[in-house]
């Protein structure tokens, strides 16, 4: 029974085979053999998680992103809410923003859904370690590329922004930000030369409609942005209602 203390497997390992030759235990006994078997699952499964996050952290490295997203998944399957939990949901995002970036230009959907779940992901990070820097600087960056690829600039410029505040020296999120930035000014001198045109041609009566229909279209952009943030906050809801049910199952498990 001391060895629990020391190495819960080995006291495991020790209860079971006595129980096996037949030895008779009482009540504190045999609870002692429940919280060793319970602590040894928990152990087999961080060591199998932290096991799996090595092999992830190799392929991202190497630029095997499925692979690497794959890995994070198991770490996450065995052990979803370990120590080191917050860390296997910051690495999958990782793998899915970097693969949503190398893929942009043959399959913007696709990249488009693996930039929701790389931010969903590091909001379930951050639920985990509210104050982890790595997921909320990963959870901006994704924003931002997702803003990008969608083609909203102004919200991308906000979300680099803020992870340039996080980390002052990334080059990738300087250039990025250049991009939007140069993004912006196009379109900016493209409505405006267009709108230069119009109005010349264009009776008193005839730029006030133009004014009034302008004004409806950027409503519709305000209220599409509005419904857009809605339902990526109703998808961040359910996924962290799933992970509740989950842990509440887990724990039911544990009883």
Do not use: W
């Not at 230009?105 to 990070?125: G, Q, V, Y």
């Amino acid at each position: 029974l001391m060895n629990l203390n020391l190495d819960c497997e080995k006291a495991e390992t020790h209860l079971k085979a006595a129980k096996t030759r037949g030895a008779v235990f009482t009540s504190e006994e045999s609870e002692v053999l429940e919280r060793a078997s319970k602590a040894a699952h928990l152990a087999r499964s961080h060591r199998k998680a932290e096991l799996k996050k090595a092999e992830g952290n190799i392929s991202l490295r190497e630029g095997r992103y499925r692979e690497a997203e794959e890995c994070y998944s198991e770490a996450i399957e065995s052990c979803p809410r370990g120590a080191n939990a917050h860390i296997y949901f910051n690495n999958r995002a990782t793998a899915r923003c970097e693969f949503a970036r190398a893929n942009e230009t043959e399959d913007l959907d696709l990249a488009t859904e693996k930039l929701t779940m790389a931010i969903s992901d590091c909001a379930s990070s951050l639920e985990l370690s509210p104050h982890y820097p790595k997921a909320r600087f990963r959870q901006l960056f994704c924003m931002g590329s997702h803003s990008m690829l969608v083609d909203n600039f102004e919200e991308a410029q906000k979300n680099f922004k803020a992870a340039l505040d996080l980390d002052p020296t990334n080059a990738i999120v300087k250039k990025d930000l250049r991009r939007v930035m140069t993004s912006i000014d196009a379109v900016r001198a493209k409505e405006f030369a267009e709108k230069q045109r119009v109005e010349a041609s264009q009776t008193a009566a005839e730029r006030q409609e133009a004014r009034a229909r302008e004004a409806a279209v950027l409503e519709e952009k305000r209220m599409a942005e509005v419904e857009r943030r809605k339902e990526r906050q109703e998808a961040e809801e359910k996924a962290r209602q799933e992970r509740v049910k989950l842990k509440a199952q887990r724990e039911k498990e544990r009883v």
